[in-house]
């Protein structure tokens, strides 16, 4: 069955179940989609020394690339918290799109990313996100 973009952004949302998020209560989720059809999901962990917090993106790519994962990002939903009436959809952060760009580059593809907000979803490429991104391609 193939993980349609209501199964991914569910995906993320659970995540999000699981942040550590005491400091801003600000719970993130994101889940990567890749082209086997796995899906690999992160959320945010804050620390007391506020500035090392991790975002949810960061987190789920660390846990793919651990895996052992080096390409065939296609998709990416973030999801924030919906009970805050008036927010927008929130989009990643800009040192998430660099880090989403190293795994996406290294599989050359340009992923979708969901951006879920409490009224809508937002559908952006990585590449709008980060145009003109430096990547492992710079180096070689
Ligand atoms: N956050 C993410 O997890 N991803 C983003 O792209 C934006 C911000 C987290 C970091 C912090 O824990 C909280 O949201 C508030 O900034």
Same mark, same amino acid.
């Given at each position: 069955?193939?993980?349609?973009?209501?199964? =991914?952004? +569910?995906?993320?949302? $659970?995540? #999000?179940?699981?942040?550590?998020?005491?400091?801003?209560?600000?719970? &993130?989720?994101? /889940?990567?989609?890749?082209?086997?059809?796995?899906?690999?999901?992160?959320?945010?962990?804050?620390?007391?020394?506020?500035?090392?917090? =991790?975002? +949810?993106?960061?987190? $789920?790519? #660390?846990?793919?690339?651990?895996?052992?994962?080096?390409?065939?990002? &296609?998709?990416? /939903?973030?999801?924030?918290?919906?009970?805050?009436?008036?927010?927008?959809?929130?989009?990643?952060?800009?040192?998430?799109?660099?880090? =989403?760009?190293?795994?996406?580059?290294?599989?050359?593809?340009?992923?979708?990313?969901?951006?879920?907000?409490?009224?809508?979803?937002?559908?952006?490429?990585?590449?709008?996100?980060?145009?003109?991104?430096?990547?492992?391609?710079?180096?070689?």
């Amino acid at each position: 069955m193939p993980v349609s973009d209501t199964d =991914l952004i +569910a995906a993320a949302r $659970a995540a #999000a179940e699981q942040s550590y998020s005491p400091y801003s209560n600000f719970a &993130v989720g994101a /889940a990567l989609l890749f082209a086997d059809g796995s899906v690999v999901t992160g959320t945010n962990i804050e620390n007391a020394s506020y500035g090392l917090a =991790l975002c +949810a993106e960061t987190v $789920a790519i #660390a846990k793919a690339m651990d895996a052992g994962v080096r390409g065939g990002l &296609v998709k990416v /939903a973030v999801t924030g918290p919906n009970d805050r009436g008036g927010a927008d959809a929130i989009t990643p952060c800009g040192r998430c799109r660099q880090v =989403l760009n190293e795994l996406a580059q290294l599989g050359g593809t340009d992923p979708e990313v969901l951006c879920v907000g409490p009224h809508e979803v937002k559908s952006v490429r990585l590449g709008e996100l980060l145009p003109h991104a430096f990547g492992p391609a710079s180096l070689a």
